[in-house]
T-cell receptor, first 114, second 114 residues
Framework: GAGVSQSPSNKVTEKGKDVELRCDPI?????LYWYRQSLGQGLEFLIY????????KSGLPSDRFSAERTGGSVSTLTIQRTQQEDSAVYLC????????????FGSGTQLSVL | AQSVTQLGSHVSVSEGALVLLRCNYS??????LFWYVQYPNQGLQLLLK??????LVKGINGFEAEFKKSETSFHLTKPSAHMSDAAEYFC????????????FGTGTRLLVSP
């Protein structure tokens, strides 16, 4: 596709359930990021994949959060045993190699934990 | 480690007035600096970026920002606000070495009144 695609666009789940959020980056982009956007919190970095390097997981808030990137393309962010404080918009972005390259963002997944 | 501080979660201006959104950064190495904009119900998009060339950077929609190393600042300005500028603006920083994650500020919401 032409842009970064995220699915689902909205997810409502019950506390304690696991959820999976998907990101399809722009074809050929080697860098992929996950951010979380909460009201008044700005964009919180979660995890960063760059090519075949080990991912930077320094932003994951707890061990309930994990992410994978298969074949250098599609990425899945998994949240286990969801809590109400996990409610937020989860944004995925991709870019070409290079620290000065702009990020292309998806529209996000709105996660609501009841 | 890199970080950015955006002063003021909300800034209100009248249409035609000067827009000034403040961003100060902290970086242990020379930084790349970015401003992203998020219009209502849209994804984030790059407004402009500083990558160690000219210190005054011009972006889309008449915005510009000046990198001031002595003040560790990268404030965003526009001479005359337009109603369509109402959005949330995020400053971001990454180190200019290797492939590093982009760290965002908490954002400033710009309100433009007629």
């Amino acid at each position: 596709g032409a842009g970064v695609s995220q699915s689902p666009s909205n997810k409502v789940t019950e506390k304690g359930k696991d959820v999976e959020l998907r990101c399809d980056p722009i074809s050929g982009h080697t860098a992929l990021y996950w951010y979380r956007q909460s009201l008044g919190q700005g964009l919180e970095f979660l995890i960063y994949f760059q090519g075949n390097s080990a991912p930077d997981k320094s932003g994951l808030p707890s061990d309930r959060f994990s992410a994978e990137r298969t074949g250098g393309s599609v990425s899945t962010l998994t949240i286990q045993r969801t809590q109400q404080e996990d409610s937020a918009v989860y944004l995925c972005a991709s870019s070409t190699e290079g620290a000065n390259e702009k990020l292309f963002f998806g529209s996000g997944t709105q996660l609501s934990v009841l | 480690a890199q970080s950015v501080t955006q002063l003021g979660s909300h800034v209100s201006v009248s249409e035609g007035a000067l827009v000034l959104l403040r961003c100060n950064y902290s970086s242990s190495v020379p930084p790349y600096l970015f401003w992203y904009v998020q219009y209502p119900n849209q994804g984030l998009q790059l407004l402009l970026k500083y990558t160690s060339a000219a210190t005054l950077v011009k972006g889309i929609n008449g915005f510009e920002a000046e990198f001031k190393k002595s003040e560790t600042s990268f404030h965003l300005t526009k001479p005359s606000a337009h109603m369509s500028d109402a959005a949330e603006y995020f400053c971001a920083v990454s180190p200019n070495t290797g492939f590093q994650k982009l760290v965002f500020g908490t954002g400033t919401r710009l309100l433009v009144s007629p």
